[in-house]
């Protein structure tokens, strides 16, 4: 059974320009949530997907950051004009229906030069 | 706002030895899940064990167990017979269940475990 599948692993982009990470999350899980870890601000929470529906987008910063989840087998993250301090580790992370436990994916070491 | 706290920062044992990693939170909610993960050298994030906060039996599973002590808002990871290969940073997370709408986990800082041999 394969776990939480996120692509690609590293990107590495040029200030202002566009990133778009991938996450497909296990299969059966209704439940999607996007993370994002730096040295400085740990574990952060951006956004959350159930049922494909976007349910919670606190943490999601205004401008630049955008997510989407156009069926149950995938969704993105993307960054648009990004900056060196988008750089960081985004996660991935899913949860079936009815359950509490989420699982993460291996996430996607971003680094904006 | 729910928060969690790991105080410590980092922590060296002997293999074959038990540690206890300690964690608080705070939380307006009467229900909640309070989860361990542990974060491997590759980075990866791995689910290890989880306390539902109505239960008042200590969840173990294989060589981890929890000290959920809820009056003083404490869910301490307890390790026994430690080995090498547990070395990692271990994270303390939570989630209020009052509603799904409120799905997300909120973590702590995390505990860097090193164990040697």
């Known amino acids: 059974n394969a776990g939480v599948i996120q692509t690609p692993r590293h990107k590495v982009t040029g200030k202002g320009q566009e990133a778009t990470l991938w996450c497909e999350p296990i299969?059966?899980?209704?439940?999607v949530f996007w993370y994002r870890q730096t040295i400085v601000q740990g574990l952060e929470f951006l956004t959350y997907?159930?049922?494909?529906?976007?349910?919670?987008d606190s943490g999601m910063p205004k401008e630049r950051f955008s997510a989407q989840m156009p069926n149950q087998s995938h969704s993105t993250l993307k960054i648009q004009s990004t900056q060196p301090q988008d750089s960081a580790v985004y996660l991935c992370?899913?949860?079936?229906?009815?359950?509490?436990?989420?699982?993460f994916g291996p996430g996607t070491r971003l680094l904006v030069l | 706002a729910q928060k969690v706290t790991q105080t410590q920062t980092s922590i060296s044992v002997m293999e074959k030895t038990t540690v206890t990693m300690d964690c608080v939170y705070e939380?307006?909610?009467?229900?909640?899940?309070l989860f361990w993960y542990k974060q491997t050298a590759s980075g990866e994030i791995v689910f290890l064990i989880r306390?539902?906060?109505?239960?008042?039996e200590n969840a173990t599973v294989g060589h981890y167990s929890l000290n959920f002590q809820k009056p003083k808002s404490s869910i301490g990871l307890i390790i026994t017979a430690t080995q090498i290969e547990d070395s990692a940073v271990y994270f303390c997370a939570m989630r209020e269940a009052g509603t799904q709408v409120v799905g997300q986990l909120t973590f702590g800082r995390g505990t860097r475990l090193q164990v040697y041999a």
């Open positions: 992370a899913s949860r079936g229906d009815n359950q509490d436990t989420q699982y």
């Open positions: 299969s059966g899980h209704s439940a």
């Open positions: 306390q539902d906060s109505y239960k008042k």
């Open positions: 939380t307006q909610d009467s229900s909640y899940f």
């Open positions: 997907f159930r049922n494909q529906a976007p349910i919670d």
